[in-house]
């Protein structure tokens, strides 16, 4: 089964910008698709972003313009840029590979936003 470690997560002020990392300890184009997703206390998980093996992106259109999803192939990893972030951003942001029905799930990064 796939490994997946998130980085990239930490304490920014409003308005601040993070790019979170996702390394992928098998080749990324093993997977139909690479996602973002985050969960704030008390709430649901929710999706963020989604890139697919050909490199078609999606985003929750909530976030659309702020958060940017990418990955470089040559080393397996998935990044998120988040610009302009606001406390409601505040969450673990976990990194997933889909392969079919299967899914695989990193540890998650913690990303708080406060002043």
């Known amino acids: 089964q796939v490994q997946l470690v998130e980085s990239g997560g930490g304490l920014v002020q409003p308005g601040g910008s993070l790019r979170l990392s996702c390394a992928a300890s098998?080749?990324?184009?093993?997977?139909?698709?690479m996602g973002w997703y985050r969960q704030a206390p008390g709430k649901q998980r929710e999706w963020v972003a989604s890139?697919?093996?050909?490199?078609?992106?999606t985003y929750v259109d909530s976030l659309k313009g702020r958060f940017t999803i990418s990955r470089s192939i040559g080393k397996n990893t998935v990044y998120l840029q988040m610009n302009s972030l606001k406390p409601e951003d505040t969450a673990i942001y976990y990194c997933?590979?889909?392969?079919?029905?299967?899914?695989?799930w990193g540890q998650g990064t913690q990303v708080i936003v406060s002043s």
């Open positions: 890139i697919t093996r050909d490199g078609s992106i």
């Open positions: 997933d590979a889909k392969a079919g029905i299967l899914d695989s």
């Open positions: 098998d080749s990324i184009f093993n997977f139909d698709a």
